[in-house]
């Protein structure tokens, strides 16, 4: 899929979104254009092959469906992370929801991801946190929350509390990590949709670092029991490149999930996968 038109998305009520919105302005020639959103003023940067909107929303992201109306060919939500926790982290995420919608969204209804823009995200992470000898460790986190859109959306979060939101090299990391990942796309990997593991799936981050995979739609071992066929399906349905396989965390699964997620493999005629044997 081609991703002429991208919109970044960032919420006045989010200091990680707000910390990156200044950093894209500072640091890449985003100029200050006529049009409006939400009753805000639209930044733009173009180039040979893309134009890039960013765009300042009024309310939180994940309820943020009236975003559909714009015109655009894939949302990239710049956003806060948190966390009880309070780990400094970058993370990269689909969205959707397996269950209910708690956190805006559709209940049992996925919306459609890029896996190839999620690896280019992952890797230019890590590639600027070792260039600016920032250790903070670079994350993939399960398909989850809102918004529900149309088109292809994805999160790439600062994590995990207000001191880390506002760091401001943190901003300049993910604000340069979204603008070179298109400047220097790399779509030369297999995709696969990932199912097992807790919500911050280290089998799949590790996936996504150390091989030519890239994932797109993860589902956690905490909602496998939930999940049927229909949703299943989705995963795959609602990726934006053709799903090669399903690869499994293994370990992340009890015996009788294992043997679900197969049956539906068999029953969608794909591939399926273990994570271990590629690392």
């Not at 180039?47 to 975003?67: C, G, H, R, S, Y």
Request: charged share 25%; glycine share 4%.
């Amino acid at each position: 899929m081609n991703f002429n038109k991208i919109s970044i998305i960032v919420s006045k009520t989010d200091l990680a979104g707000l910390n990156i919105y200044s950093n894209l302005i500072e640091c890449f020639d985003f100029k200050k254009t006529e049009k409006q959103f939400n009753s805000n003023s639209i930044y733009s940067f173009s180039n040979e092959k893309q134009i890039f909107d960013l765009i300042l929303i009024n309310e939180k992201q994940v309820t943020a469906d009236f975003l559909d109306e714009l015109e655009t060919d894939l949302f990239i939500f710049a956003s806060k992370h948190s966390s009880e926790s309070g780990q400094k982290t970058f993370s990269v995420h689909p969205i959707g929801n397996f269950s209910k919608a708690d956190l805006g969204g559709k209940e049992k209804t996925l919306v459609s991801v890029s896996s190839l823009v999620m690896k280019n995200f992952f890797l230019n992470l890590l590639e600027q946190t070792k260039k600016e000898n920032f250790d903070w460790p670079v994350l993939m986190e399960q398909t989850h929350h809102g918004p529900f859109l149309s088109k292809p959306a994805v999160f790439i979060e600062i994590g995990s509390n207000e001191t880390e939101w506002k760091n401001k090299q943190a901003g300049k990391i993910i604000a340069f990590s979204i603008m070179d990942s298109f400047f220097n796309f790399n779509s030369n990997f297999k995709t696969a949709i990932g199912v097992g593991g807790t919500h911050y799936c280290p089998s799949f981050s590790k996936v996504m670092a150390r091989t030519d995979i890239a994932v797109s739609h993860i589902l956690s071992k905490y909602y496998v029991n939930e999940v049927d066929f229909v949703l299943f399906e989705q995963m795959i349905k609602q990726t934006s490149e053709k799903v090669d396989f399903v690869l499994f965390d293994w370990k992340g699964l009890v015996s009788e999930q294992k043997q679900k997620i197969i049956s539906f493999c068999e029953k969608a005629e794909i591939e399926w996968k273990k994570s271990r044997d590629f690392l």
